[in-house]
């Protein structure tokens, strides 16, 4: 019956999860031959692991397979069958509660004692006995030879059912007696020969618990001679099974998504507001394992980078791929001044007022900061005031090194690039398929990605020695035009001397001179991969489209030819997982990818968004920053980022200040460092309204994707009741879903309710989102679009340069990939000088290049330059470290 019983129950668990293969890893030393207990549990559709140690293993060694085993998340449960002697509370405790099926460990005994029925398993062997007695109410019970773990369980069970227990062992001199007067005997292992079966008094029930945990042949305790001996055996056996199938619908339910069960921190703001590196010190994060179970994630899905970070794995999508996706909210912003807006400190106080302040799931997902604006002139990126990510030096410096990776992949693909050309100019066909194919131990192959090669050039042959002098010339020569090459070296640093460099020029280097330049790390198309894929195997495929240059025929030449996409893949492994962190409050933020938004699509990645999305849960938020303004940053999340995605925004909050609008209206000029002029600190309600133009043409763009927009105002203690009230009335009568004044900065997510409520019923609207352009257009035209309909342009005016490389594109079959613009992000011109809303102006396109991996072609607006350089006094003058307590200082 309980074997039936378990069968039933593990059909149903399969039957309801398809892909679930439950899996008992059952540990023995030299003990009991489990063929047959192996096949038993199959039978019943449980896949058996059987791990036999050698005669003679240590418990250290039993407790390093257990370890081993615990970590396994293909194993759900883990059952020991181990001599007497090698049981301990050392080996019976290194199995983890939850993967226990024998509830031997001190955790279930504790439950079991205390009477926590519903979150404990009883042990097989003692859940098998009270099968055996069915009733023991006011029956005195005797235990010979049952003691530790089992001993302790039987007992706490019997007592609980109203039976007397006693205990003792063989050789108690008061064993005679107690046999005499009980009415049930439960041996723990073999009785001796020289107890006799005459000091038990007819009619006691009695009951074998030898560990023998085969199926046995006979009828459990010949039922018609209530003298005989009844042995809990195969009963054992479907016990444990039960037990198995206990575990297994609560592994299932562990990994269905449920409401969090998060602790947010509380926060103490000061007046007047501390600097961010001292408002981030004072607040102590929980250890991101801590978190990281309160979200929902189990322990095998994360990777632990010191104390408050931790990558996260891809294996979650898999494992919530049928939970319903929460709501996606986007927070972009006017065109950026000098005196900031405030957007990702807009992104986490809105997330600290969903979760801590309204108890609604929201997760922030944002970018990781690049070295080159920490140290440049712009500092960090994780918010500010009292809404800030932490440990904000941490987020600001290395991270868990994903942009360092970033940087290994581009060069080594550099490298190969110059490489490639040096030995093909100073080597015959031959010599180079030599060396591209060399003989190792007497045997010559072709390698994955040279068979791969091979296919495309329509050779298909696998034999080294079977190609031709004409497929061995077109396999080994790729045959590079230097003017051609497009891919850079990249550092992350601004090095404004390395924006033209020459390399060649060593005498080893056989006069291979040419022209070249280093990017900044972001700007690296490998950066755009990263923010843009969805898996391992679609970023392999991405980096391996890579087109780094044309052959002298024309042709692209991928990553792919060069033959290092696997070694690409391999240094991008970990850094395609995203970093869990926190905000000030304690709620979750996902950091991973940072692309510029001025020279790339300027959004966090789709993969971090997308696991969010099934960690928040069908009610919850993931707010996400894009780059710049609405009018880059937005653009490029919804034609390029959503794309790539096919994740459809709930919501845009566009983000706003006062002073920034009255820049817009007219305002004086800023210099950094230089005291605010009166128009900035005194009300001034004729700047604001001119600047609110500028506010009017964002929410007039959002409106072109058919997503409802909420005005975030970011509130100085400057703005007067007055101008932020004109700013909220012209947003709403310009289309805005709301407009909302925000003080997060200095109150945290307290300060940011009102706006979380707003984006909360926004949420609800219809939404009719659509992308501005079809990829099917020229791509000519959809430049034109988005100059025409997003930057307010005249038309649009290609150089030559942009022109030829815009019909090599489209000659090539990348015409139908979506449009990346290189643009200044400080006006909705090319011309950063040009506040406000310019009108009447003719866009200049002076290249067009192609990041086919990423998947889009960006064309470059007027000057643009892939490596910012330092200003006269960068961030680094202010950046120090205490050599005692090893703070960093300086970080804003």
């Not at 504790?110 to 097989?124: A, F, K, Q």
């Amino acid at each position: 019956r309980v074997t039936k019983n378990a069968k039933n129950s593990l059909a149903s668990l399969k039957r309801e999860n398809p892909r679930f293969e439950p899996t008992l890893a059952i540990i023995q030393v030299n003990y009991l031959p489990l063929v047959i207990l192996s096949l038993f549990f199959e039978q019943v559709g449980l896949r058996v692991i059987h791990i036999c140690l050698p005669e003679g293993s240590t418990k250290d060694e039993i407790v390093s397979e257990i370890l081993r085993l615990n970590e396994d998340p293909n194993v759900q449960g883990l059952a020991l069958d181990l001599p007497e002697s090698l049981y301990s509370s050392k080996v019976l405790n290194a199995v983890k509660p939850e993967k226990d099926v024998d509830g031997l460990s001190s955790v279930n005994l504790g439950r079991l004692v205390h009477g926590d029925v519903n979150d404990c398993l009883v042990p097989p062997t003692v859940s098998a006995v009270m099968e055996l007695l069915e009733d023991t109410g006011g029956k005195k019970v005797l235990l010979v030879g049952v003691c530790g773990a089992q001993g302790a369980a039987l007992q706490s069970v019997l007592q609980r059912q109203g039976a007397a227990v006693l205990s003792c062992h063989w050789r108690a001199p008061q064993l005679q007696s107690e046999l005499r007067q009980a009415d049930v005997v439960v041996f723990g292992n073999t009785k001796p020969d020289d107890v006799p079966g005459s000091w038990i008094k007819p009619g006691t029930t009695i009951i074998s618990c030898a560990r023998d945990l085969l199926p046995e042949k006979h009828n459990h305790g010949q039922q018609n001679n209530p003298a005989a001996e009844k042995t809990v055996g195969s009963l054992a056996v479907a016990m444990r099974m039960q037990n198995m199938v206990k575990n297994m619908e609560r592994w299932i339910q562990s990994q269905q998504h449920r409401k969090w069960d998060l602790h947010c921190l509380k926060l103490q703001p000061l007046s007047p507001v501390p600097s961010d590196i001292e408002i981030s010190r004072a607040q102590s994060p929980k250890a991101v394992d801590v978190l990281a179970k309160e979200i929902g994630l189990l322990t095998d899905e994360i990777e632990i980078y010191g104390q408050t970070k931790a990558k996260v794995r891809l294996s979650l999508l898999e494992r919530l791929k049928d939970q319903p996706d929460g709501k996606y909210v986007l927070v972009a912003g006017i065109t950026p001044t000098p005196l900031g807006e405030g957007k990702s400190t807009v992104t986490v106080g809105l997330v600290q007022a969903l979760t801590a302040h309204l108890n609604i799931n929201s997760f922030a997902c944002l970018r990781q900061p690049s070295q080159g604006p920490t140290f440049g002139v712009k500092g960090g990126a994780a918010g500010g005031g009292y809404a800030q990510v932490i440990p904000m030096e941490e987020f600001n410096l290395h991270l868990t090194g994903d942009i360092h990776a970033i940087t290994a992949a581009n060069n080594l693909l550099a490298a190969a690039i110059d490489a490639r050309i040096l030995h093909e100019n100073t080597q015959s066909d031959k010599s180079l398929y030599n060396r591209l194919v060399p003989v190792v131990n007497g045997v010559r192959g072709f390698s994955a990605i040279q068979l791969a090669r091979l296919r495309r050039l329509g050779i298909n042959k696998t034999d080294p020695e079977t190609l031709t002098e004409e497929e061995i010339s077109k396999f080994v020569r790729l045959d590079i035009d230097p003017s051609t090459i497009t891919w850079q070296r990249v550092v992350d640093t601004n090095d404004r001397f390395l924006r033209k460099i020459t390399v060649g020029q060593a005498n080893t280097e056989k006069g291979f001179v040419r022209q070249a330049q280093f990017d900044i790390a972001v700007a690296s198309e490998i950066m755009a991969i990263l923010a843009l894929t969805t898996s391992l195997q679609d970023m392999k495929e991405r980096l391996g489209k890579m087109v780094v240059a044309n052959d002298k025929k024309g042709e692209p030449v991928t990553a792919e030819d060069l033959g290092v996409t696997g070694a690409l893949a391999v240094l991008m492994k970990d850094a395609i997982k995203p970093t869990l962190m926190q905000t000030l409050e304690g709620t979750p933020v996902f950091v991973h990818a940072g692309p510029f938004a001025n020279i790339a699509h300027g959004n966090s990645s789709v993969l971090a968004d997308k696991i969010a999305l099934k960690l928040v849960g069908e009610k919850g938020f993931v707010v996400t920053e894009a780059g710049f303004g609405a009018d880059i940053g937005m653009e490029k999340f919804f034609n390029i980022k959503c794309r790539a995605s096919g994740l459809v925004p709930s919501v845009v909050v566009l983000v706003a200040t006062v002073r920034a609008l009255k820049m817009h209206g007219g305002g004086p000029n800023v210099t950094a460092g230089a005291p605010l002029k009166k128009e900035y600190t005194e009300e001034n309600l004729q700047l604001v309204a001119d600047g609110c133009c500028n506010l009017q043409k964002q929410i007039q763009i959002t409106q072109l994707f058919g997503v409802p927009v909420v005005v975030a105002l970011n509130v100085f203690k400057t703005d007067s009741p007055a101008e932020v009230d004109l700013v909220c009335k012209i947003a709403k009568e310009s289309g805005a879903f709301d407009a909302v004044p925000c003080n997060h900065w200095s109150a945290g997510g307290r300060g940011a309710v009102k706006l979380a409520q707003a984006v909360e019923k926004a949420a609800n609207q219809k939404n009719s989102f659509k992308y501005l352009y079809s990829l099917e257009l020229p791509i000519v035209e959809k430049i034109r679009i988005i100059a025409q309909k997003v930057y307010g342009a005249q038309d649009i005016e290609l150089s030559p340069t942009a022109q030829s490389q815009v019909d090599r594109y489209t000659r090539q079959g990348f015409g139908n990939l979506p449009i990346c613009m290189a643009k200044t992000h400080l006006s909705l011109s090319h011309q950063p000088e040009r506040k406000g809303v310019p009108t009447g102006f003719i866009l200049p396109i002076s290249d067009v290049r192609a990041s086919i991996g990423a998947g889009f072609i960006y064309p470059l607006v007027g000057t643009m330059s892939t490596m910012p350089g330092l200003p006269t006094r960068p961030c680094f003058y202010d950046i120090d470290l205490d050599p005692i307590t090893e703070q960093v200082k300086g970080l804003f």
